[in-house]
């Protein structure tokens, strides 16, 4: 990487930093709860057995660039879990189609970005990257090395280049934020809040990614859960 470039990575991730500081989250937090003394397998397994293995749902999406502003959105994720491939649908307020991206364990198949948007990054690779974050790997591995906390239960375990961390909490022992750190530095997060249950399963109603490097803000409200047919 460039000096250049790194400057603008630098810049990106302390202003993000800063507004972070400012803005607060959109959604109820989980209730604190002492949580030191449960049973991390018991934890892990009970979470993992209320996961959809496929998602078909609709949510509003507000995607927040430290440097060019806004974008709303409401968005469509049809994901098969298990089968690691996705296809995901942006659409404006007015109807306009913002962007489209499928996607596999092998990467992206197709994308579209409407033309203004697409001279501003890439934009569908963005979005492809924050449903792996958000939807994929909800559950450490057998593996992973738990730290219990007063209020929490953490597993950390090696992931790509660093570390992934997720986080237990709350009355109903749900996950509640995934951090991945890299060189000892927090990349990205992923905050889940307000969990729904339909049809069973279990669904974070409220989702907020913060990519650190990128210096941008991902908010998901989930606004309909279709028949997934699990």
């Given at each position: 990487?460039?000096?250049?470039c790194a400057t603008v990575?630098?810049?990106?991730?302390?202003?993000?930093l800063?507004?972070?500081?400012?803005?607060?989250?959109?959604?109820?937090?989980?209730m604190?709860v002492p949580?030191?003394?449960?049973?991390?397998?018991?934890?892990?397994?009970a979470?993992s057995?209320?996961?959809?293995?496929?998602v078909?749902?609709?949510?509003?999406l507000v995607?927040?660039?430290?440097?060019?502003?806004?974008?709303?959105?409401?968005?469509?994720?049809?994901?098969?879990?298990?089968?690691?491939?996705?296809?995901?649908?942006g659409?404006?307020?007015?109807?306009?189609?913002?962007?489209?991206?499928?996607?596999?364990?092998g990467?992206?198949?197709?994308?579209?970005?409407?033309?203004?948007?697409?001279?501003?990054?890439?934009?569908?690779?963005a979005?492809?990257?924050?449903i792996?974050?958000?939807y994929y790997d909800?559950?450490?591995?057998?593996?992973a090395r738990?730290?219990?906390?007063?209020?929490?239960?953490?597993?950390?375990?090696?992931?790509g280049?660093?570390?992934?961390?997720?986080?237990?909490?709350?009355?109903?022992?749900?996950?509640?934020m995934?951090?991945?750190?890299?060189?000892?530095?927090?990349?990205?997060k992923?905050g889940?809040y307000?969990?729904?249950?339909?049809?069973?399963?279990?669904y974070?109603?409220?989702?907020?990614?913060?990519?650190?490097?990128?210096?941008y803000?991902?908010t998901?409200?989930?606004?309909k859960?279709?028949?997934t047919?699990?």
């Amino acid at each position: 990487m460039n000096l250049k470039c790194a400057t603008v990575r630098l810049l990106a991730c302390v202003a993000l930093l800063v507004l972070e500081g400012c803005a607060s989250v959109p959604f109820q937090e989980h209730m604190s709860v002492p949580f030191g003394h449960k049973d991390p397998v018991e934890v892990r397994t009970a979470y993992s057995a209320g996961l959809p293995e496929n998602v078909n749902l609709l949510s509003s999406l507000v995607f927040r660039y430290t440097f060019i502003g806004k974008v709303s959105a409401l968005g469509t994720v049809q994901a098969d879990i298990s089968g690691r491939r996705f296809s995901a649908v942006g659409m404006s307020p007015l109807g306009v189609k913002l962007f489209s991206v499928e996607a596999d364990s092998g990467g992206i198949r197709d994308r579209f970005v409407f033309g203004p948007l697409a001279d501003k990054g890439d934009l569908a690779g963005a979005v492809a990257g924050d449903i792996w974050r958000i939807y994929y790997d909800l559950v450490p591995s057998n593996g992973a090395r738990v730290r219990k906390k007063q209020r929490s239960i953490e597993f950390i375990e090696r992931f790509g280049d660093g570390f992934l961390v997720h986080v237990f909490a709350g009355p109903e022992g749900n996950l509640v934020m995934k951090k991945f750190y890299s060189h000892g530095v927090l990349r990205w997060k992923v905050g889940y809040y307000e969990y729904i249950r339909e049809g069973g399963r279990l669904y974070p109603g409220g989702i907020v990614l913060t990519d650190y490097m990128s210096g941008y803000e991902l908010t998901a409200r989930t606004k309909k859960i279709y028949d997934t047919k699990d």
